[in-house]
């Protein structure tokens, strides 16, 4: 694409433009997509944890033993193997939320590349230098 003397500072600063805003777009996207697939996941994890889920309560079972040997109170030992149980449900979370953003970066990714395939090529004037001046 041949771009005339005279134009060439605004074309770069026009390029330098749209590539940051661009980047903060994609960036901004990207950042809401993880917290709103964050909240989702974070509460489908939570629909399975209850007192009749054999897991939950064989996790807080332990989790409040070893914190009752460490405080000795346990009503702590409960309070902090509940807080343990909320940790790692927001820890799955997250990983799910991240894999999420992941998947959809590479559908996106997989999509512009046939679109690059479908662009029009374009054709140098006949004279015009190629490359810098």
């Known amino acids: 694409l041949y771009t005339p003397v005279a134009l060439r500072a605004a074309a770069v600063g026009l390029l330098s433009l749209l590539r940051n805003e661009g980047g903060s777009v994609g960036t901004s996207m990207a950042q809401t997509l993880q917290e709103r697939r964050d909240q ?3 509460l489908r994890l939570g629909e399975s944890i209850d007192p009749f ?3 939950a309560h064989s996790f807080l079972d332990q989790a409040s033993g070893r914190f009752l040997q460490q405080t000795g109170d346990p009503v702590a030992a409960q309070q902090l193997a ?3 149980l909320a ?7 997250s990983a799910l939320a991240y894999f999420d953003v ?3 970066l590479a559908v996106v990714m997989v999509a512009l590349v046939f679109v690059v395939l479908l662009m029009k090529r374009s054709v140098a004037e006949k004279g015009a230098r190629i490359g810098s001046e």
């Open 40 to 42: 989702f996941h974070s």
């Open 53 to 55: 889920n054999a897991a």
């Open 82 to 84: 509940l807080q343990a």
């Open 87 to 93: 940790n790692l449900r927001q820890q799955q979370a």
């Open 102 to 104: 992941f998947w959809v």
